[in-house]
């Protein structure tokens, strides 16, 4: 688990110091991350320990969202202000980019399925 | 009582100072609420993130501890977010070969629900009166917090709300989700995890693993591409919004 959790904090900063160093507007974790598939396209998959670690990591990703989530508090009056259109934007948006990109991935899933 | 309160006093006082307390409560916050989720069935209706917010915010109300208090404790939490993100190129390798075979869908798809996200969430916000800063700081919701934070700071949005905006966002579309995919007869596992992800990053992704290993990768796969394309293109196209 050590030896995992390092590599992947080491990849981390390696992105970070690329995105950094470039003034990249992508976050390091997410640069780490092409890294890492890179990594793992080139050894042909994961060792048994790096993929543990992460399936123990992602098993409970929602709970890594929790802290940031509390800091609704922070904004109570705003939201207070504007619970309107707040919720109206979050719900509608929310459908129709789930409905939009889906119907549209559908679409050219059987154009693909059709034309071959 | 005269005697016991001034020491539960002192005790409050150094236990509030410390990071030991912000911690623990959430991590317990956490486990109640994935005990009520199980008990409901694993419903999307009954989403973890949703009730462990909603007991912290009632129990940093209630107690008057500051946001900032607590937060010197979950940070350690949050912290965990860099490697977690780091992870995901795990399942998206191992699912790859599914990926490679739906290029052209997972790219169309891609393209137009970034746009649609930040699109209609910018629309909607305008037509029912938010003010500029609310509507800047909604552009980016769709993508995961770090990304969206970056975002909204160069836009002209609060950092701070969009996080919060991005979190509400990923805790709807992992609600809604599997109901609206019902509704509208997609089946594909790897259709409804990309646009999971696509719409509600992490807690989208969190939520597409709970309905199998394929829809989380496509999850993750979108997650991590939408925050690309919108870090890269929103500052440019967001112009033509205002």
């Known amino acids: ?116 | 009582m005269n005697v016991v309160a001034p020491q539960i006093n002192d005790l409050w006082v150094y236990l509030s100072t410390t990071p030991l307390l912000g911690l623990t409560v959430t991590l317990l916050a956490y486990q109640a609420a994935w005990w009520v989720h199980r008990r409901s069935g694993s419903s999307p209706l009954a989403n973890p993130v949703m009730i462990a917010v909603a007991a912290l915010v009632a129990l940093l109300a209630i107690s008057g501890t500051s946001y900032q208090t607590y937060f010197d404790g979950a940070q350690f939490v949050h912290f965990l977010l860099g490697p977690a993100t780091v992870a995901l190129a795990v399942p998206l390798y191992t699912q790859f070969r599914r990926v490679r075979a739906m290029m052209l869908p997972v790219i169309a798809g891609l393209l137009v629900g970034s746009f649609t996200a930040a699109v209609s969430a910018v629309l909607v916000a305008r037509l029912f009166g938010a003010s500029l800063v609310t509507q800047l700081s909604l552009a980016p919701k769709s993508v995961t917090t770090p990304i969206a934070m970056g975002v909204a700071e160069r836009i002209g949005g609060i950092p701070s709300l969009t996080a919060v905006l991005v979190i509400s966002t990923g805790i709807l579309g992992a609600v809604l989700g599997r109901y609206l995919f019902d509704a509208l007869r997609i089946d594909d596992a790897a259709i409804r995890g990309f646009a999971t992800g696509v719409t509600a990053h992490g807690i989208g992704t969190a939520r597409a693993f709970q309905e199998s290993e394929q829809a989380g990768a496509f999850a993750a796969l979108a997650m991590g591409m939408n925050g690309l394309v919108t870090a890269l293109l929103l500052p440019m196209f967001l112009p033509l919004l205002q």
């Open chain 1, 1 to 116: 688990m050590i030896v995992a959790l390092t590599q992947l904090l080491v990849l981390q900063l390696v992105g970070e110091v690329i995105a950094r160093g470039l003034k990249l507007p992508i976050p390091g974790p997410v640069i780490g991350m092409l890294l890492l598939f890179l990594l793992l396209a080139l050894r042909r998959g994961p060792s048994p320990e790096l993929q543990s670690t992460s399936q123990g990591l992602l098993q409970h990703l929602s709970l890594l969202f929790v802290p940031a989530g509390t800091g609704i508090i922070l904004h109570l009056h705003r939201v207070a202000d504007e619970w309107l259109p707040l919720l109206l934007s979050l719900l509608l948006s929310t459908l129709l980019t789930l409905a939009v990109t889906a119907l549209v991935m559908r679409l050219c899933t059987r154009r693909a399925a059709t034309g071959e």
